[in-house]
Nanobody, 128 residues
Framework: QVQLVESGGGVVQAGGSLRLSCAAS????????MGWFRQDPGKEREFVAS????????IYTDSVKGRFTISRDNAKNTVYLQMNSLKLEDTAVYYC?????????????????????WGQGTQVSVSS
């Protein structure tokens, strides 16, 4: 089955940047809608971003618009989350996810229940 492994998390000062990567094995990400979610202790999992199979359409939760960018490199079987202008409230464990259902090349979704496979997460901590 598909396995997803996140990397790139760490500690960064507010206003700084991090680039998260999600490498897939056991499948081909070009066939999947990919998404990023995050969860801080005591909070529910929150949708962050989604990118279509083609890589040309994206959606974001309002709190990260203009600061985060989701992208994919299908040749490398990898999806990325570039995070700029980080804020304290961005602190969370970040998870990537794959939706294997067959849909159009431009389909994106923020629906947690639509994603079939999940990574184990990478910690992002933003300090002042």
């Amino acid at each position: 089955q598909v396995q997803l492994v996140e990397s790139g998390g760490g500690v960064v000062q507010a206003g700084g940047s991090l680039r998260l990567s999600c490498a897939a094995s056991g499948g081909t990400v070009s066939s999947y809608v990919m998404g990023w979610f995050r969860q801080d202790p005591g909070k529910e999992r929150e949708f962050v971003a989604s990118v279509s199979k083609s890589g040309t359409r994206t959606i974001y939760t309002d709190s990260v618009k203009g600061r985060f960018t989701i992208s994919r490199d299908n040749a490398k079987n990898t999806v990325y989350l570039q995070m700029n202008s980080l804020k304290l409230e961005d602190t969370a464990v970040y998870y990537c996810a794959a939706d294997l259902d067959s849909r159009g090349r431009l389909y994106v979704t923020r629906g947690e229940g639509e994603y079939d496979y999940w990574g184990q997460g990478t910690q992002v901590s933003v300090s002042s």
